[in-house]
């Protein structure tokens, strides 16, 4: 549990980005024109990093059926007409039609293919020009008067991959931890122990708390710290900013999982009701770190549970840390969230606590 | 054969009458499946990230610039914040993550444009955020594009040639996309549905798990089963998840207004062998749970690598051979797969044959082993 099952998700989720970019996604072309410049697309496509062309379909028929049997995420569909239209200079669309429900793909292919059209189209304009007698340097400024540089800032890679991989860690993690401090404090209270549990710590219910979770705080951290070393190394990432703030956060992210675990228990000794509001708690946090979707987009009552989330707060301390490279300043108000979750909670949930294993009406429940 | 049916269908109603009973079984089989599917997608809601705050660096003060500004303000993607006169300035917004993107607009703007002379606009984005880079990037590209197309045709038109023409001549070849089964690319569309059929899986194997932890406690072992009881809980647990099925793909489709194309009854027939593999998945599990809460601490995590291999969210073309096959164990990977494909792009049942066969073959599988697991009925060993 503490061990085993960690290694093992995570190094499933390893291997489902091994590839970091997927490449080679399978595309289906409809080619109705057959000629040169129809012929020309189909390899461009073929060569652009993201696609494959697959299959070829003789007639449009069956265009939906490919992506309804997920032979393809995309078919592209080359008129008749397409060379003879293009040279006149009348423009005759090549058509692709994407299966936008399987999200990734869907952007990655349309992406790429939009660039490979595109270079021929701007190719074959620029050829034009050029025949009317203009430069090839003042035909291609004729042909895209404005042209955008993209800088994609503190991902310049766009691998999506090694993001996604590095916030699934900690958020595998919180399950564990979450559920481990409910576990070993839960278990005290349904076994009827928990006044020998307090007895053994000489009455003192923060030394009893204290003793039992800390030492699994201290091995999740360390196993945390180590795998994250291990992925980064692993995506051949840098931490742009400050390993001491990373991994402060992450283990004050341990410890803030471990209060909203006493947290539960305190609520009512009840080991299978902490349990499942465990699972309440951990089972759609990812949807709401704001990682896979921005939380400004999140109507209010997704805001607010995000920022009840241990995991929200420190995801946004990892990307600042090891991405944007942030100073301490702009992680500070996360850390200061995770402190209050994992110091202040905890200390407010002894008394009741302290007072549940003196009362033995509260104990052997499930 | 009358008779092993009347067998099976007594077992079934004494499990549905054991989940009655077993108030921690009956929350989560019943209540918790159908609180997460309630509050699972409310997130979502929006569906796509709009108007993301950007700053504007205008090196040229131009009447185009200013124009161009104006043009990246109003479209929906994104929402000029700040208008600034240096680099140094937006660096800061950037880095304080008030701002998630910067549009340069470069000195000699307005002057190349009117030279015929190309001219360069910088683009950064946050891409740290997949929907934010994204989005930042398209509401630029289609202000400048829309900018940029009208500086040509007028060009085009100067020299003699009639608007119709002037837009084709620029884009000879053309590319038009179409999105399917996603027009509008909203997020909750794309993960709702996946998310409905792991909350099916997970619940369910959850719940099976806790059945068996609470009858483990009051026997100290399993019971030896005979094969009509063990047909008989699979019934029970596939007959209450039909119903959840039903709800999902009807109530909260329609509260979460998530657009959709094919008939109720053919996903509830292709997810039939998907909840009877999860049943028999199940019920072959749960000679490893002896308490209550066992299953609910040895299963929850098993969400996130769940659904990361069904290849929903990340392509499975991308990942090593032994993990694509290994996938299929699990019914969600076959279950997402099949129910979307019916439910949102309104396949056949001869369409989806593939993942519908792999189910009823887990079932199988699954079968066997639930089988052997309650049939031994091993001795208590703790």
Not at chain 1, 41 to 63: F, K, M
Not at chain 1, 293 to 309: E, K, Q, S, V
Not at chain 2, 29 to 37: D, E, G, H, K, S
Not at chain 2, 322 to 341: E, F, K, M, V, Y
Request: proline fraction near 5%.
């Amino acid at each position: 549990m503490a061990l085993i099952l960690p290694l093992a998700g995570w190094f499933i989720l390893l291997n489902v980005f091994k590839d970091r970019v997927p490449r080679n996604l399978p595309v289906a072309v409809i080619d109705l024109d057959s000629s040169a410049l129809s012929r020309r697309v189909v390899r461009a496509i073929d060569a652009t990093p993201a696609a494959e062309v697959v299959l070829r379909a003789p007639d449009e028929t069956g265009a939906e059926g490919i992506l309804r049997r997920g032979e393809a995420y995309a078919v592209v569909v080359l008129a008749k007409g397409l060379e003879r239209q293009a040279l006149r200079g009348e423009a005759m669309p090549v058509s692709v039609f994407y299966n936008a429900q399987w999200m990734l793909p869907g952007s990655l292919i349309t992406r790429d293919l939009r660039a490979a059209v595109g270079a021929i189209s701007s190719d074959l304009d620029a050829s034009g020009q050029v025949a009317r007698g203009a430069s090839r340097e003042r035909a291609k400024a004729l042909a895209d008067p404005i042209r955008i540089e993209l800088h994609p800032l503190f991902n310049p890679a766009l691998d999506y991959a090694a993001f996604l991989l590095l916030a699934l860690i900690p958020t595998l993690f919180q399950v564990f931890v979450l559920v481990m401090a409910v576990q070993v404090v839960g278990i005290e209270f349904r076994e009827g122990t928990a006044d020998l549990w307090l007895a053994s710590a000489g009455g003192s219910v923060l030394r009893a708390v204290a003793g039992k979770l800390l030492p699994y705080a201290l091995w999740f951290t360390v196993l945390e710290i180590g795998l994250t070393e291990f992925t980064l190394g692993w995506l051949g990432l840098a931490v742009e900013g400050s390993r001491a703030t990373l991994y402060g956060g992450m283990a004050l992210y341990t410890l803030a999982y471990q209060g909203i675990g006493l947290l539960l228990i305190a609520f009512h000794a009840n080991l299978r009701l902490a349990l499942s509001l465990a699972g309440v708690i951990a089972g759609p946090a990812f949807a709401l770190a704001g990682v896979s979707y921005p939380l400004f987009a999140m109507p209010l009552a997704g805001r607010i549970w995000a920022a009840l989330l241990p995991l929200s707060h420190y995801l946004a301390v990892q990307t600042q840390q090891t991405t944007t490279g942030a100073t301490l300043a702009v992680s500070a108000p996360r850390l200061l969230a995770l402190l209050a979750f994992s110091v202040v909670l905890p200390l407010l949930c002894l008394p009741r606590l302290s007072r549940l294993m003196r009362d033995a009406s509260y104990w052997m429940r499930s | 054969m009358t008779g092993l049916l009347r067998e099976i269908g007594t077992a079934a109603l004494d499990e549905l009458r054991a989940i009655r009973q077993d108030k921690a079984a009956l929350t989560i089989l019943v209540f918790a499946a159908l609180f997460y599917a309630a509050i699972y997608p409310t997130p979502y809601k929006n569906q796509l990230a709009r108007e993301i705050p950007i700053v504007a660096v205008d090196l040229d003060g131009s009447a185009t610039s200013r124009r161009l500004v104006r043009m990246v303000d109003a479209t929906e993607q994104v929402a000029v914040g700040w208008v600034v006169p240096t680099m140094a300035e937006a660096e800061v917004l950037v880095h304080a993550e008030v701002a998630r993107g910067a549009v340069v607009i470069p000195e000699t703007f307005e002057r190349s444009i009117q030279r015929g002379e190309q001219v360069v606009l910088g683009v950064f984005g946050d891409a740290s955020y997949f929907m934010i880079y994204s989005q930042v990037a398209s509401g630029i590209a289609q202000a400048s594009g829309t900018l940029s197309a009208g500086i040509e045709i007028r060009r085009l038109q100067a020299s003699g040639s009639d608007e119709a023409r002037a837009r084709k001549t620029r884009d000879p070849l053309p590319i038009a996309l179409h999105p399917l089964y996603n027009p509008s690319g909203g997020y909750g569309n794309y993960i709702i549905p996946a998310v409905l059929v792991l909350i099916l899986q997970q619940t369910l194997l959850i719940g099976i798990g806790t059945l068996a932890g609470t009858r483990h406690e009051s026997h100290g072992s399993i019971k030896k089963h005979s094969l009509a009881q063990c047909l008989g809980k699979a019934l029970a647990y596939v007959s209450i998840y039909l119903v959840h099925a039903a709800l999902f793909f009807t109530v909260v489709f329609r509260v979460f207004d998530l657009p959709h194309r094919g008939s109720l009854l053919r996903v509830l027939v292709f997810l039939f062998p998907f909840l009877l593999a999860v049943s028999f998945l199940g019920l072959t599990l749960s000679g490893l749970f002896r308490r209550r809460e066992s299953a609910l601490e040895g299963l929850m995590f098993t969400s996130l690598p769940a659904i990361f291999i069904s290849g929903f969210s990340f392509p499975k073309e991308a990942m090593p051979l032994w993990l694509q096959w290994g996938a299929h164990l699990l019914p969600s990977t076959d279950g997402i797969a099949g129910a979307l494909r019916i439910f949102q792009m309104d396949a056949s049942l001869r369409e989806v044959q593939v993942p519908f066969l792999l189910l009823w073959g887990l079932s199988a599988v699954y079968f066997l082993t639930a089988w052997a697991v309650l049939s031994w009925g091993r001795p208590q060993a703790d």
